[in-house]
């Protein structure tokens, strides 16, 4: 499934919800747009949330912490992201014009709220001198099962080169994700594949993807492409790694000959 969202308003913008939209997503997703000044209160009495900083500058208080972040680009930095288990309030307070988006799931563990700076962001460049340069892309994993295995979910960005590939070679799980979009320009635009359907994807835009289908995403020359990823993990059935589609296998050998060949 594939929704525009266009200019988002002040207030909050909802992406999923585990009742009314997309509820096979498992997750409630949406930003909170926020005029400086503004505050919200979240609170979710059984489920856990990640509140990810896409832009502007805030601040937090939780559980008698308080920490001011900011962010300028998503293009440009790595992310700031508290992670809180249910029953925590956090107040939130824009310092400047921001948005900020959140990611709940029901999750009765407990575990200590976590504040992941860009120092804390595992940060890798995928497709460097492979497949003559086609799928080089930045990988964000804010956490995950293997730094939050007492967590329901997985967020992570990807910074899609233009002109480039990502989500690539094609892989599935068994998992939904949901994928949200920003572009370095407004005008940019990428293509998004979900098992056989194709989507043209827009700033401000997001696809659901059910499990067991194959996702890969490319992007128009001239434009880099943002994407939040967010997996929700099923239970007794945790996301740890992508399991790649066998016709496209190939191309993970290490001399794989790509046409034409330099």
């Known amino acids: 499934m594939y929704e525009k969202l266009g ?3 002040e207030g909050y913008t909802a992406i999923t919800d585990m009742d009314n939209k997309h509820p096979d997503m498992l997750q409630d997703i949406g930003i909170y747009t926020l005029a400086e000044g503004k505050e919200e209160v979240l609170f979710d009495e059984g489920k856990e949330s990640a509140i990810l900083l896409l832009e502007g500058s805030v601040r937090l208080g939780w559980n008698g912490h308080i920490q001011e972040i900011k962010r300028k680009s998503v293009f440009e930095e790595d992310p700031w992201c508290l992670h809180v288990p249910k029953g925590v309030e956090v107040k939130l307070t824009a310092l400047a014009k921001s948005e900020v988006l959140v990611q709940k799931t029901n999750n009765e563990k407990e575990f200590e709220a976590k504040l992941y700076t860009p120092e804390d962001c595992e940060s890798s460049v995928l497709g460097e001198g492979v497949w003559n340069g086609t799928a080089e892309r930045v990988i964000r994993t804010i956490f995950d099962y293997n730094n939050a295995p007492y967590s329901n979910l997985v967020i992570g ?8 590939w990502s989500s690539y070679p094609p892989h599935h799980h068994d998992q939904p994700e949901v994928y949200y979009y920003r572009f370095d320009k407004p005008q940019g635009f990428g293509c998004a594949m979900v098992g056989e359907e ?3 994807v ?3 835009s997001y696809i659901t993807i059910p499990g067991n289908l194959d996702h890969p995403q490319a992007t128009a020359p001239g434009y880099a492409m943002y994407f939040c990823w967010m997996i929700r993990h099923l239970d007794q059935n945790p996301w740890t790694d992508r399991i790649m589609e066998e ?7 290490p001399d794989a000959k790509i046409w034409p060949e330099k």
């Open 247 to 253: 016709e496209h296998k190939w191309l993970l050998e």
């Open 7 to 9: 200019e988002l308003k």
């Open 198 to 200: 194709a989507y043209r």
């Open 157 to 164: 960005e990807v910074i899609s080169y233009p002109g480039r």
């Open 202 to 204: 827009e700033h401000n």
